[in-house]
């Protein structure tokens, strides 16, 4: 997700280029997405049902569908893996290991049983991205831990894509408790007067943990992102 919010970035600065006066383009000024403040202690993760999910076709039927979403996005196809490279690129980063923030949850922490994930698209850029993975008992807590980690050690950094800069700024947002355990931050990107915010819910449902980005110029309205984590936890609860 990281690489496709640096596309993004790249992307948008091309398209805003010589535009004065739209949304979105133009303010140099970081924008902070309402709620957002400093880390606090990381969610201890509640202990495993003991049912794990192996399936990932199963865990890909649990996820939000086009249908659960206002009209105006639309499922991005998956990639046809065939012509993609064994290890995707991605964007690099300073420290390097940032780069890894908003990737699938499977990608940050190895030994899932399944994984799954989907975006959706809607108008000026705004995308929502969701993947989750089911861990057995033993590896759902520290996959937790990891995930809530990652945003804490990468709360200022910056990269590059095609030669566009990019600035990173990571923060806390505060969100209602929701699943098992949960915790949300934002990251905000900011690129020749462009600024896209992604706020991202990490949720634990029984073993299965989730990531929910919505992904928007300017800022996320929080309670945009606290809804759609309440109604994925919902269909995963069956």
Excluded at 3 to 24: E, F, N, P, Q, Y
Excluded at 32 to 61: E, H, K, M, N
Excluded at 65 to 84: I, K, N, W, Y
Excluded at 168 to 193: H, N
């Amino acid at each position: 997700m990281m690489r496709t919010v640096a596309l993004r970035v790249g992307a948008a600065v091309s398209a805003c280029a010589g535009l004065v006066g739209i949304a979105g383009c133009g303010s140099d000024d970081t924008v902070d997405t309402p709620g957002s403040s400093p880390f606090s202690a990381p969610v201890t993760a509640a202990p495993g049902t003991g049912v794990v999910v192996r399936d990932s076709a199963r865990l890909s039927a649990g996820l939000l569908a086009a249908t659960d979403l206002p009209g105006d996005f639309a499922v991005v196809p998956a990639r046809d893996e065939s012509h993609a490279p064994a290890v995707p690129t991605v964007a690099p980063t300073d420290p390097p290991d940032c780069g890894r923030l908003l990737a699938p949850i499977a990608q940050q922490w190895p030994g899932s049983a399944a994984a799954a994930s989907v975006q959706f698209a809607g108008p000026s850029f705004a995308t929502i991205d969701i993947d989750a993975a089911s861990y057995p008992d033993s590896a759902l807590g520290p996959a937790f831990d990891a995930l809530q980690a990652q945003p804490r050690r990468c709360t200022s950094y910056s990269g590059a894509d095609d030669d566009v800069r990019i600035e990173y700024r990571t923060t806390a947002l505060s969100q209602p408790a929701v699943g098992d355990a949960s915790s949300a931050f934002t990251v905000t990107a900011t690129s020749e007067g462009l600024t896209l915010t992604s706020a991202t819910a990490l949720v634990q449902v029984g073993n299965m943990l989730v990531q929910v980005v919505v992904t928007a110029p300017e800022t996320v309205d929080p309670g945009v992102l606290a809804d759609l984590t309440a109604a994925q936890v919902r269909k995963l609860r069956g």
